[in-house]
RNA sequence: GCUGAAGUGGUGGAAUUGGUAGACACGCUGGACUUAAAAUCCAGUGGACAGUAAUGUCCGUACGGGUUCAAGUCCCGUCUUCAGUACCA
């Protein structure tokens, strides 16, 4: 028999202990008689190799789907957030089990990447296998906590049986368009017969299309390429030039759901707008059944109000404004503009389009062009953050050009301002001073008149937006209208003189598709003449080529540009070297039919978008998933997942799917039928505070100066006297310069070097900041230091302040006090850093709640919690925590209340040991007859009354918990059972072993153990959910609150079958409502049976 | 600014249809066992006041009103926090 380590009262461990003259450290593990480290890894041993949990396609079972958004595998490993969604998924898919349903609940890796990617041009390790360490890191972190995941269901999309399909589907959505009319995809060769017959007009007028006509007959002398080129504007994927966000750091481009204010999601680089040619999704066909779809899905109202943001959808109507120039109407130049205000045509004083309009150049006057043109580079300088920032600063410039009210015939200037977005709409607004606040001050700064056209409204301060109960004035045929009719009525008279018509808006974008990196999906497209070509699905999959370094080319392509064999050869139809690519556009060549292969990468949501179906069917090699498998199995039905995906994966896989029924590849539309969202796990960060100053260069030969770089010095020691640092709040707003040329000189040396963007940048920056930081020598001055310095740079360091920096939590102990030497050694940089200090001379840290997360070194690995506590533990205890929608910050302080809790629960299977016993034992016999196999207690005899109860009133409680994913209200009802059985003695299997059941989907691996121990051969899982019965529950006396105007005063018991009349009786001559009456008479007395009775007096 | 969610003891959080506010747990206080510590067990624990005590009185679910026999819960207004989103025409 193993020695028993963990009771300190074992023999073992007091000689142990002796042995060791009590110099070791406590060990880190709670002293119990339930020893969870062997039964948990038995258990999950037990699982794997009776696969327990394999879902099986052919079942008699009514089946239940249960997922969990899988995770991108990252070097940092789990955390204890990642866990919380997943125990979560599994309760309820192990509550289904035991309800008898066959149960799908697997699990997969998110395996593309970027992180990955940057670690490989890091160290030029190739991402395939940093990422199959980093999901073997995964997978034993998940294992330990005792998941029922379908692991022979396994998917990971970097894998090529995986992204075969991922490519398959892009080459369906190629070969697919979309008809308006229908609102369904079709096969594009279905458009090509329309279009050899009828050309596109007939499209245009029903689709509301605005691509320019052609007959049938012109369509039939098209030349192929031509036809190919027109065919690009209906595919549902498609290339195109469009402008994208691009990410000068990450050397690629981002969707605009991978943009958060204004940066990149990852990394936080800016983002500028540029022109490329890219591939892009039209999801925006689709964006009126994507928001049709989110009335029948059981989601929270939140996130599907944050996708309906996201899609933006607007009502209004196009309005037409023709231009005028030199008093002479240009044929066929209109602007368009989008409104949702019709009503408010009468009060348009101005047209306002984007800089970036293309119309820009047609409209503007000759005297006009310098300055416009000046306006145009200003603002096109200027990236999307600092737009965003400039909010407040109104820009704009006026085109010289006019244009014809459509209503009224007057004319009003057309001006460019950049408030108006080229991105939204129309990229022109006609605007309406006294209706909007933007149009308003627009016209206020460069002194626009306003027209009022409200009724009774005071538009001398600001504009009026509100459209109900506003009347409208002024207006013609309109006035007196509200803003209802006064809309239908302007959009019939635009429709009648063709000047506009009705129209939606939306404001999703197509999706950029394209991405300029190497770990990502290949796209199975080669490029003949200019033109992409489609690979045959029967090639796929397109396998990765193998590259030397994972950054874009010396010629700027994206990485795969650096790979030698990345060619198509379309005689063989297998990837050849890119040396034989074919020269035929080149005059003296011929085609050989060799072809350059795509060079970009499909983006991260590429293979999230369609994993779901996978896992229905995850070995086929024919199919991305079966007919019989994906009848079976249809969608899932429960998805448990964070909300930051709420406009990514969530919106793109929506459109996926609904496009794969459209084709007839899915039988529904909707992939996820009921979706929650766990709220997220936060770490509480600690600060460690120290003196320190900022150093900034600034180019002085520029007028206005222009800073250039801002670096960090760690320590102030060396220049600070004792009684500089007291008064430092003085020194806030005085400036450190340095005199010594040399040294600035040398600096700017290195600070060029850094700034080639090379690998040794971060060796650079630590040798600067180490070397100089001991021998930096300044003085203080007052300000206008500038005139002392006479470099070409001057190096002016910010003022003196305190600076925060993390420290690592497991340097912190729960006092807050901070291990400064393990810190320093941690990072060296620091070493001659000042910290501050308590008044005793301690180092503590202050605490703040973040997001939990490598960087801010507050991340808690599930490891130690199992190690310390075991996986139930942590199972029960993640899910205690509170409600598992709201955020949370992670703690341990409670942890032990639940340990305590499974701890009582294993105590209730074996004989109790009594106090009287526990005086007369030694220690080590109280643990030997508590632990030991014999003593092992439950008796066949009928339970009592009490206990039933008890049980009942926990299934019921239990069962109602589950089904509304409250789990921290089911743990504390677990908790209360278990006091209360302990209270009443109960040995009873009648009892005890439904209790089991109940208690299994949360603590799995203690289930079982005691469940083998009551003689059962099969796993707990194959066991019915036990049942509820209410007769258990019937009560014959209850205890009534007796309120006195509403104050409850006293409880009184009553039989429960009295009638409302003898309940007031019995309450009425009780000696205590006498003297709470105080010799009044009650005015009102309210019974209600069964629950309160509330006298009035 | 807009949209959504929330505000309850020292802490995490309960209260399902308006019906005994603070379940359960942590922490804290006291006690038992122990040479001691740990572990375990028992008792107490929203605040204020009165009383030797049993007990009693008042206050109390962000703030101000209202509806009701009865409000953490419903209605109106205000404040605060968190999340999402934003020159969206």
Redesign the pocket.
């Known amino acids: 028999m193993q020695p028993n380590y963990f009771d300190?009262?074992s023999d073992f461990k007091r000689n142990r202990l002796f042995e060791l003259m009590l110099k070791i450290p406590?060990p880190a593990i709670?002293?119990?008689n339930y020893h969870f480290n062997n039964i948990e890894a038995k258990w999950q041993k037990y699982w794997a190799e009776n696969q327990t949990f394999k879902a099986e396609n052919n079942s008699e079972k009514p089946k239940y789907y249960v997922l969990d958004m899988f995770p991108y595998p990252s070097g940092a490993g789990l955390h204890v957030g990642h866990p919380l969604g997943y125990i979560a998924s599994d309760i309820y898919a192990r509550y289904k089990r035991h309800q008898g349903f066959n149960v799908l609940h697997p699990q997969g890796y998110d395996s593309f990447g970027l992180p990955a990617e940057q670690y490989a041009i890091q160290t030029g390790q190739h991402p395939a296998k940093t990422t199959k360490e980093n999901i073997a890191r995964y997978r034993e972190q998940l294992d330990r906590i005792g998941f029922s995941f379908d692991w022979s269901r396994e998917v990971r999309t970097s894998d090529p049986s995986y992204y075969k399909w991922t490519q398959w589907i892009f080459i369906q959505l190629f070969e697919s368009w979309y008809c308006n009319v229908l609102e369904q995809s079709f096969p594009i060769s279905e458009l090509i017969d329309i279009f050899e017959e009828e050309g596109n007009m007939g499209l245009n007028a029903k689709c509301g299309n605005n691509q320019p006509e052609f007959s049938a007959e012109m369509w039939n002398s098209f030349s192929e390429e031509k036809k190919q080129k027109v065919l690009l504007n209906y595919r549902l994927t498609y290339l195109a030039e469009t402008e994208v966000n691009w990410c000068p750091q990450l050397g690629t481009v981002l969707a605009?759901?991978e943009i958060?204010?204004g940066v990149s999601e990852r990394g936080g680089f800016p983002v500028i707008k540029k022109k490329m040619i890219q591939w892009s999704m039209r999801i925006s066909v689709f964006a009126e059944r994507l928001l049709q779809g989110l009335e029948n899905l059981d989601w929270s109202?939140?996130l599907k109000?944050?996708q309906r943001?996201?899609i933006?959808k607007?009502v209004?109507a196009s309005v037409e404004f023709r231009v005028v120039n030199e008093k002479e109407e240009f044929q066929g130049i209109a602007i368009k503009?989008?409104?949702?205000?019709p009503d408010t045509i009468y009060g348009v004083t101005f047209l306002t389009i984007?800089p970036e309009n293309e119309l820009v150049d047609k409209i503007t006057t000759i005297e006009q062009r310098i300055e416009v043109a000046k306006y145009i580079t200003e603002t096109a300088k200027k990236s999307e953050r600092e737009?965003?920032a400039?909010?407040k600063?109104?820009?704009g410039v006026f085109t010289g050009a006019y244009a014809k009210h459509p209503l009224t015939k007057e004319l009003v200037p057309i001006w460019i301002g950049?408030?108006?977005?080229?991105?939204?709409?129309?990229?022109?607004?006609?605007a309406?001073p006294c209706g909007?606040q933007?149009d308003y001050d627009f016209a206020k700064h460069f002194d626009i008149p306003i027209k009022n056209i409200f009724e009774g409204v005071d538009i001398s301060e600001a504009a009026h937006s509100d459209k109900e109960g506003t009347i409208i004035a002024n207006s013609d045929f309109i006035s007196g209208y509200s803003y209802k009719d006064a809309s239908d009525k302007v959009i019939e008279a635009l429709e009648k003189n063709h000047r506009g018509k009705k129209e939606i808006?939306y404001?999703l974008r197509d999706a950029v598709f394209s991405r300029q990196r190497y770990w990502g999906e290949p796209f199975p497209v080669y490029y003949k003449n200019g033109l992409p070509q489609m690979i045959d699905a029967k090639y796929l999959p397109i396998r990765l080529p193998e590259i030397e370094k994972y950054l874009p080319t010396e010629t700027g392509e994206p990485p795969l540009g650096r790979a030698d064999n990345w060619a198509w050869d379309t005689n063989i139809n297998t990837i050849v070297s890119n040396k034989l690519v074919s020269k035929s556009e080149i005059e003296g060549y011929e085609d050989n039919g060799i072809y350059p292969l795509e060079l970009n990468t499909m983006p991260g949501w590429a293979g999230s978008s369609w994993y779901m179906f996978r896992y229905m069917d995850a070995l086929n090699n024919d199919e991305f998933a079966s007919k019989e498998a994906m009848d079976y199995w249809v969608n899932v039905d429960l998805y448990i997942g964070g909300?930051?995906h709420?406009?990514g994966h969530l919106l793109y896989s929506r459109f996926w799917v609904k496009f794969l029924h459209d084709r007839g590849f899915l039988s529904v539309d909707e992939p996820f039928k009921k979706l929650i969202n766990q709220g997220m796990i936060l770490g509480e960060s600690a600060f460690v505070h120290r003196l320190g100053f900022n150093i900034t260069f600034w180019d002085i030969n520029q007028n206005p100066k222009h800073k250039t770089k801002t670096i960090s010095m760690f320590g102030a020691s060396s220049i600070l006297t004792i009684e500089e640092k007291r008064g430092l709040s003085k020194l806030q707003d005085k400036y450190v310069i340095i005199e010594d040329k040399f040294f600035s000189a040398e600096l700017i040396e290195h600070f060029k070097k850094r700034n080639d963007g090379n690998d040794e940048s971060e060796k650079y920056r630590r040798e600067v900041e180490n070397k100089y930081m001991s021998i930096l020598k300044v003085e203080l001055e007052e300000q206008g230091v500038l005139d002392k310095v006479r470099l070409d740079f001057a190096l002016i360091g910010s003022k003196y302040n305190f600076y925060r920096t993390h420290a690592d939590v497991s340097f912190v102990n729960t006092s807050n006090e901070l291990d400064i030497e393990a810190f320093k050694n941690w990072r060296p940089e620091f070493k001659d850093a000042e910290f501050i200090t308590e008044e005793d001379g301690t180092f503590k840290v202050s605490r703040e709640v973040e997001k939990m997360s490598k960087s801010k070194y507050n991340v808690v690995n599930p490891d130690d919690i199992c190690n310390q506590y075991g996986a139930d533990t942590l199972r029960m205890y993640e899910m205690?925590?509170?409600?598992l929608e709201?955020?949370?910050p992670w703690?341990t302080?409670?942890i032990?209340?639940?340990?305590?809790?499974l701890?009582?629960m294993w105590r209730l299977f074996h004989t109790p040991v009594t106090?009287t016993e526990?005086?007369t034992l030694s220690?080590a016999e109280v643990s030997r007859s508590e632990s030991e196999e014999n003593t092992f207690n439950i008796s066949e005899n009928p339970a009592s009354k009490d206990s039933l109860k008890t049980l009942h009133k926990t299934i019921k409680?239990v069962q109602?918990d589950i089904e509304n994913f409250?789990f921290?209200?089911s743990?504390?009802t677990f908790?209360?059972a278990v006091?209360e059985l302990?209270?009443q003695k109960c040995t009873s299997k009648e009892v005890l072993e439904p209790l089991l059941v109940l208690l299994s989907p949360y603590a799995p691996h203690i289930a079982e153990e005691l469940w083998n121990k009551l003689g059962y051969s099969e796993s707990i899982s194959t066991a019915a959910f036990p049942k509820f019965e209410e007769k258990f529950l019937v009560e014959s006396m209850k205890?009534y609150?007796i309120?006195f105007?509403?104050?409850?005063?006293?409880?009184m018991e009553l039989p429960l079958d009295l009638s409302k009349d003898e309940i007031e009786a019995a309450v009425m001559s009780h000696e205590k409502t006498i003297h709470?009456l105080e010799g009044r008479t009650p005015k009102?007395v309210?019974v209600?049976p069964g629950?309160?009775v509330?006298i009035?007096g």
């Open positions: 300190k009262n406590e709670n002293m119990s605009n759901d958060v204010n109202e939140s109000e944050t943001n996201w933006g607007s209004g503009t989008f409104t949702t205000r984007a737009r965003l400039d909010v600063n109104i820009t950049d408030y108006v977005l080229a991105s939204y709409g129309t990229g022109a607004v006609m309406v909007d933007r808006n404001r909300s930051e709420a406009t205690f925590l509170g409600p709201q955020a949370k703690s302080a409670g032990t209340g639940v340990h305590s809790f701890k009582k106090d526990r005086r220690g409680k109602e409250s921290n209200t743990v504390s908790m209360i006091n302990t209270a205890k609150p309120s105007n509403g104050k409850m005063r006293f409880t709470y009102k309210i209600v629950k309160i509330n009035v």
